[in-house]
């Protein structure tokens, strides 16, 4: 162990450096600590790597002022050997500069750079694996406020990283594979971040068993973060195993901004799940692009193709203000036979004056195989703020060919009727499994708003249960316009049908020619399902028949005979029935 400390002046080191490497044989690398009122490290920087089959050592550098090291910080395991990497700690009270690299290869190494203000490298942090086994863990925090921001990539030139933060998985093709190593880079301050996604490197393995994808969190919490043009890739790499998940990746700004494309990609590989992209924009007014054109792309899908199992990956984004989404911009699902259909959630309108949340692009998070249909929930707002969400294309978690079907959420406080002028989906396979479910919502007193050719359904398609659909604007009208909603069951056995709940201060059928169809229908020997009209308004009624502008509603049982359904239709005025008819619970057994 060198040790070396000042309570009262820097601590300076010449140009020659100081070196505590392991020697021969297997030996581990030792320890150098330096402490003082500043540090002064000359061109030869400091060293303590390990030789033959041992481990890195320590290098462990803590000033209460500035630190100024002119060289590299190297603390390896032995090259060629098995040892691990070492453990790097910059720590300073002030500013920090490295004109070199800070390096800790061999699997498990750690780096660790911090500053109380600003910090400035020459060259790249890396914690690589050796032929096989894990990157290590690299940690860089500062508090830069300044005018001038933080730079990842070329033109760091003040402050900033000017290489690589490098954290990759064994290099061998012919090892035992390993993950991708962690990476996190946090600024305290309020000052902007400039990343450039291609400099941040997090592969797994190259060999056959791969490994899982990296870990990157990009944290500004009180500032931009502008990234350029590029890919930040954490997906995981291998043509066989099951643990092949893609990694996970965190970006939380007050805003987030891009220079072209930023890709995002978390794929799972071989049989192994997609990984795991949240994004948050929480500052007042600052939104978020999906596009695969200007903005942010993202991938995170699941297995590989022909694959026996892969479950989608997920996508969590926040914003502050508004969020919009454009075509095939979003990618989630599953590439196997086999695979459930990941997760997405998308929040526009957290902060103080709101936003809307639009998706222009249909979203399609279906299971595939026996996979179960993926989980959807789409925010505009709170219940104090105001945001709306428009979906113009479809959307769709239905089950694979015998999985059940997901869910979808869409939750609004608009004083514009939140809208759905596609087709939403949670059906169940296609060989078996039950309905999904389905609840819109808007707070606000604008309602609801249905347009023509909508249709909603959670229902059974090949033997299974009804889903359960939810549509409610306590506030305000429910109006839908030329088209269904629907969750029935099918196939053989005791299947039941699903369940339909609308309320509103008011329900109505605004198309001009037909009634809309509501249906909750049990099959073969399974009873009816449940649905409930509920109109809150004083003045409101509910029509029924098959009309324009009235409902037809059916919750019959199967044709073996069990149970007719229930229909509950309340209203703050009238029920007006025009045909009973289309008040269909019978036992369509014929009791």
């Not at 036979?337 to 949340?357: I, K, V, Y």
Request: aromatic content about 2%.
């Amino acid at each position: 162990v060198l040790d070396l400390k000042s309570t009262t002046a820097a601590v300076t080191i010449d140009a020659a450096g100081l070196h505590n490497d392991g020697i021969a044989g297997g030996a581990n690398g030792g320890s150098v600590v330096l402490t003082g009122v500043g540090i002064v490290v000359g061109a030869g920087g400091l060293s303590a790597n390990g030789f033959g089959n041992g481990n890195g050592g320590t290098l462990n550098l803590s000033s209460t002022s500035t630190v100024s090291v002119d060289g590299s910080l190297i603390a390896s395991a032995g090259a060629g050997g098995t040892g691990v990497g070492g453990t790097i700690s910059l720590n300073s009270s002030s500013n920090a500069t490295v004109t070199g690299s800070l390096i800790a290869n061999g699997g498990a190494g750690s780096i660790t750079l911090s500053s109380s203000t600003t910090l400035l490298v020459g060259g790249s942090l890396i914690a690589d694996a050796g032929a096989s086994g894990s990157g290590g863990t690299i940690s860089v925090s500062l508090n830069n406020s300044s005018a001038t921001p933080f730079v990842l990539g070329a033109g760091a030139t003040t402050i900033g990283i000017l290489g690589n933060l490098q954290s990759q998985g064994g290099s061998s093709i012919a090892g035992l594979g390993g993950s991708g190593g962690t990476i996190t880079i946090n600024n305290s301050g309020t000052g902007v971040m400039q990343i450039a996604p291609a400099n941040i490197k997090v592969a797994a393995s190259a060999a056959p068993t791969g490994g899982l994808g990296g870990n990157v969190s990009i944290l500004n919490p009180n500032g931009t973060i502008s990234f350029s043009a590029g890919t930040l890739d954490i997906s995981s790499t291998g043509a066989t195993g099951t643990l092949n998940f893609g990694g996970n990746l965190v970006i939380q700004a007050a805003s987030v901004s891009t220079a072209g494309v930023l890709q995002l990609t978390s794929n799972g590989a071989a049989s192994g799940n997609g990984g795991s992209i949240s994004i948050s924009a929480t500052g007042a007014g600052s939104g978020l692009t999906f596009s695969s054109i200007a903005g942010i792309a993202v991938s995170a899908r699941g297995g590989s193709v022909s694959s026996g199992a892969g479950n989608g990956g997920k996508l969590t984004a926040i914003s502050g203000g508004s969020t919009s989404v454009a075509a095939n911009s979003i990618n989630l699902g599953p590439l196997g036979l086999n695979g459930s259909g990941g997760q997405l959630s998308l929040s526009a309108g957290t902060a103080a004056g709101g936003g809307n949340l639009t998706v222009n692009q249909s979203l399609d998070l279906s299971g595939a195989g026996n996979g179960s249909g993926g989980v959807i929930t789409l925010n505009a707002g709170t219940n104090a703020l105001a945001g709306n969400v428009f979906v113009a294309g479809s959307v769709a978690a239905n089950g694979g060919s015998t999985g059940s079907g997901g869910s979808i959420t869409i939750f609004a406080n608009s004083p514009l009727p939140s809208g759905i002028a596609g087709v939403i989906t949670a059906n169940g396979g296609t060989s078996s499994g039950s309905g999904g479910s389905i609840a819109v919502s808007n707070a606000n007193a604008a309602g609801l708003q249905l347009t023509g050719g909508f249709a909603l359904s959670a229902s059974a398609v090949g033997k299974g249960a009804g889903g359960t659909i939810k549509l409610t604007a306590p506030n305000g009208t429910v109006n839908s316009s030329g088209g269904s909603i629907t969750a029935n069951a099918a196939g053989i056995g005791t299947v039941k049908g699903g369940t339909v709940q609308i309320s509103g201060t008011s329900l109505i059928n605004s198309a001009p020619g037909a009634a809309i169809l509501i249906s909750a229908a049990g099959s073969d020997i399974g009873a009816g399902g449940s649905i409930t009209l509920t109109s809150t308004g004083a003045g409101s009624d509910i029509l029924i028949g098959g009309n324009a502008s009235e409902f037809s509603l059916n919750a019959r049982s199967g044709l073996g005979g069990a149970n007719g359904g229930v229909l509950t239709v309340k209203a703050g005025r009238d029920v007006l029935v025009s045909n009973s008819s289309f008040l269909n619970v019978r036992n369509d057994g014929g009791g």
